[in-house]
């Protein structure tokens, strides 16, 4: 039978997915979570002010949003300081970074990640041909200059580096990341996801330098804003990397409803604030439950806590797997040096009482 055939690169792909998302795992447990701390989501929410504007955009689904995303791209052109030519918008950092990589790595190219780096980037990578290349962590914290390294030593299309870092909520402060900036050759494009840079010490976020010719820093609404699931993130960049964007993007991709949200959610700051605050409170407890469970939480610059079993692998996919049947969902990094290691997203109380219960009944039945 003849039938169409898939494109050489699209044969060669793993049928695997980058995350497995809670709801999957409900469907196979047959039971919903009662604590969803996996996904890194903002369980405070967005602000009431983007709610309104949701709710206000409602009925004007209609039509398509603006192709130009305009008044976005004003608001956050404002918000940062820099020209509406210097940012562009997708659908969520996640679809930004499949552009990006279609953009700047042909298939064959070298892409360097962190070993354990974030699994959606590597996604793309290979969806496109490029090859990852990987380096490991120094300890808990990616390795910056070794990245830079390899950077070099390949010739690589594209570095990429999460600060602060998922799995991991580690960080480096901004002269780390200006010395890893100026050790990458001028002819690799730099990816600095910051998606968590919202929750960073300040000294953690190197200031704007649209200058930097090589350079992409990608923000999103997902996280400290609190709208995963309303799909809007963008890219900071000099006007000759983010033009080329036009050439291939969805313009129609941000929806009306998401485009007048995230104007309203820039707008409130005081509730961004309070976002961190309420969002430092749980780790704090989070570290807490922890700690009595023999646990050692790791500093984090993110809305969610990295967690040393102080055992092995196994261990830590036990402690999982039992908290998932207990209803409480998280995850783990799946690295080699980090796979000991849970991460426990922040929640509201009520979820938070849920780890305090099912985390010593989980790891009763691993002793
Ligand atoms: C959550 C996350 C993203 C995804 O952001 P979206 O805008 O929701 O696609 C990107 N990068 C990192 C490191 C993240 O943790």
Redesign the pocket.
């Known amino acids: 039978m003849s039938r169409p055939r898939l494109t050489a690169i699209a044969a060669s792909l793993p049928s695997t997915v980058p995350f497995v998302g809670p709801e999957a795992i409900e469907r196979q447990l047959g039971q919903k979570f009662r604590a969803r701390l996996g996904a890194?989501e903002s369980a405070f929410g967005p602000s009431p002010k983007a709610l309104a504007a949701m709710a206000a955009a409602g009925p004007e689904s209609w039509h398509y949003g603006d192709p130009e995303n305009n008044d976005l791209l004003a608001a956050i052109a404002r918000h940062h300081g820099c020209t509406q030519g210097q940012v562009v918008a997708g659908p969520?950092?996640?679809?930004l970074?499949g552009l990006t990589v279609r953009l700047y790595a042909e298939p064959g190219q070298v892409v360097v990640n962190s070993l354990g780096g974030?699994p959606?980037f590597n996604y793309h990578v290979t969806g496109y041909g490029a090859q990852l290349v990987t380096v490991p962590y120094a300890g808990y914290r990616s390795n910056p200059m070794a990245l830079a390294h390899a950077a070099r030593e390949h010739g690589a299309a594209i570095v990429y580096l999460?600060n602060p870092d998922?799995p991991m909520g580690s960080w480096h402060d901004a002269a780390v990341v200006r010395d890893f900036i100026a050790a990458v050759p001028e002819t690799t494009l730099i990816i600095l996801?910051e998606?968590?840079g919202e929750f960073a010490p300040e000294d953690a976020r190197p200031a704007l330098d649209f200058s930097q010719a090589n350079l992409l820093r990608?923000r999103?609404?997902?996280?400290a804003y609190g709208m995963?699931g309303l799909?809007?993130?963008y890219i900071l960049g000099p006007e000759h990397l983010i033009e080329p964007f036009n050439r291939i993007r969805d313009h129609f991709g941000i929806s009306n409803v998401a485009q007048a949200a995230a104007i309203a959610a820039l707008a409130d700051q005081p509730f961004l604030q309070s976002v961190i605050e309420r969002t430092n409170a749980a780790k704090a407890r989070i570290g807490a439950i922890v700690r009595a469970n023999g646990m050692e939480p790791l500093p984090s610059a993110t809305n969610f806590v990295a967690v040393d079993t102080g055992r092995d692998a196994a261990f830590a996919q036990g402690v999982l797997q039992e908290l998932a049947s207990q209803g409480v969902f998280i995850r783990k990094p799946g690295a080699p040096g980090l796979d000991h290691c849970i991460r426990i997203s922040v929640g509201k109380d009520d979820a938070l009482d849920a780890l305090e219960d099912a985390l010593p009944v989980a790891i009763s039945k691993l002793a």
């Open positions: 890194n969520g950092v996640d679809a970074l974030y959606t999460a998922n996801d998606a968590y990608m999103t609404f997902s996280k995963a799909r809007c993130g």
